[in-house]
């Protein structure tokens, strides 16, 4: 029986909701940077061609990854030691500051060199903010599911983290199409989905107030016998540790490879408009978030091992041949059926990676151990995505990027074919059935037997 069997499904709902819809707030206002990137960047950099432009904003959206494993490790061990919903509560209040001053925040026109500045700094606010959320909330959807649905419901933190995004997106389609001008967005539309999401941020720290603690953590705080979390401790896992970085690598690159770069490369290299390339990533998007619940609940049936090779092979054969399509692409339907490709591939490790991270770890240890290794690697390879790809179509060889993800993927898959299947073998469940054993109870005098007298 796992640490949430006991809730009843009510409770357990009410409290997977309070977890996700914070997730969602923090991922809609990492990700509303990216989304309106195309419209700020000239208010923050100086003046030059639209690749140039979007290489700084780039850089500076790689610069915010430099935080997460920052927020991973504090984060990670707050959460460990003080608890889930206090970690929580913390990352989204350091979100809500990070949007605020992009909102506020004067051009370079007005202010120079503090403007880039104030965005950089804004950025690793942020960064220091997702950086501990995905381990906390990873860490607190796990341990709420059950063990027979653990897939399913740990999905969930996709599903929020992808909403936030396509609410990013859909925010910018009803400005563009319904509300503003072009010249209106460039000019002052922009600062909209800052605003947006700092009120967001202060609604979901109330609702955050409402959660409660998971049994998994307040039994292994009153087993008493576990080491405090920290640093140390963790490097006292060493296989899980570079396992959480084998298989994150090749998935966290994909992801962001199809999620947040579509939108300037069906513009840059597709020649496709503004509102169209947001029109396909939006649609995409959408689609995308649906099939995570469906490959966790997959996941439940037939193994999170299964699942991470599927996507590891098909990564390996397709990437290439799905962002050439897309680079070709002539036609908004054309484009959507290439990156919704992608992004059904991926489907195989976004929907299953944090359940998979959670059960690697035990309870005294596991916030900071899926938070701090899986956050170096997204610093590493997801957060220069974009800068990567710019950089070498800036070179004139755009296609050595498309080289670089399924090489990556290839690495990923190689943990994949390794490792365990952490659905046979779950931490989660081993550590409940530790806490919850029965102490061995001492046996009455009266039972004893009896020496034989001469």
């Not at 969602?24 to 100086?46: K, Q, R, T």
């Not at 649906?290 to 490959?295: D, E, G, I, K, S």
């Not at 995505?385 to 070498?392: H, Q």
Request: overall charge positive.
């Amino acid at each position: 029986m796992t640490a949430a069997a006991t809730m009843t499904p009510g409770r357990r709902l009410r409290s997977i909701f309070s977890g996700s819809v914070g997730n969602l707030v923090e991922w809609y206002d990492w990700y509303a940077y990216s989304a309106f990137a195309i419209y700020f960047a000239p208010h923050f950099f100086p003046k030059g061609d639209t690749t140039a432009q979007l290489l700084d904003t780039a850089a500076v959206f790689a610069v915010g990854f430099l935080m997460r494993p920052v927020g991973g490790w504090l984060l990670g061990l707050y959460a460990d030691r003080h608890g889930r919903k206090a970690a929580l509560m913390l990352s989204v209040l350091l979100m809500c500051a990070g949007s605020l001053l992009i909102a506020v925040a004067p051009g370079y026109e007005r202010i120079g060199l503090a403007a880039p500045a104030l965005l950089v700094f804004a950025r690793l606010l942020q960064g220091l903010s997702v950086g501990g959320e995905y381990g906390t909330s990873a860490t607190y959807l796990s341990e709420m599911a059950t063990s027979r649905h653990r897939g399913f419901w740990s999905s969930f933190q996709y599903v929020t983290l992808v909403m936030g995004q396509l609410l990013a997106l859909a925010l910018l389609v009803l400005l563009q199409r319904f509300v503003l001008s072009e010249q209106q967005l460039h000019d002052w539309g922009w600062r909209i989905p800052f605003v947006v999401g700092a009120l967001c941020a202060v609604s979901a720290l109330y609702l955050r107030r409402g959660m409660q603690e998971t049994e998994s953590f307040t039994a292994a705080r009153s087993h008493g016998k576990q080491p405090r979390s920290s640093l140390r401790v963790l490097l006292q896992h060493p296989r899980e540790v570079l396992t959480v970085i084998g298989l994150t690598l090749g998935g966290t690159l994909s992801f962001y490879t199809f999620t947040t770069y579509p939108q300037k490369f069906l513009v840059n290299t597709g020649g496709f408009s503004k509102a169209d390339a947001t029109l396909i990533s939006a649609a995409s998007l959408l689609v995308f978030m649906l099939l995570q619940p469906l490959v966790g609940a997959l996941s439940d049936r037939i193994g999170r091992r299964p699942i991470l090779i599927a996507f590891g092979v098909l990564g390996t054969l397709c990437t290439y041949t799905i962002l050439s399509g897309i680079a070709q692409a002539s036609t908004v339907w054309g484009a959507f059926t290439w990156v919704m490709a992608g992004l059904l591939i991926v489907s195989g490790y976004t929907a299953i990676n944090a359940v998979v991270k959670a059960e690697l770890f035990p309870a005294h240890i596991r916030a900071l151990g899926v938070g701090l290794p899986y956050a170096l690697t997204v610093s590493l390879f997801g957060g220069t995505a974009e800068y990567l790809a710019l950089w070498f179509k800036q070179l004139g060889h755009e296609s050595w990027f498309y080289v670089y993800v399924t090489v990556c993927v290839a690495v990923s898959l190689s943990v994949y074919a390794l490792m365990r299947d952490t659905r046979l073998h779950s931490r989660i469940d081993r550590d409940h059935e530790h806490h919850t054993a029965d102490p061995p109870q001492p046996v009455p005098v009266a039972a004893l037997p009896r020496p034989e007298h001469a």
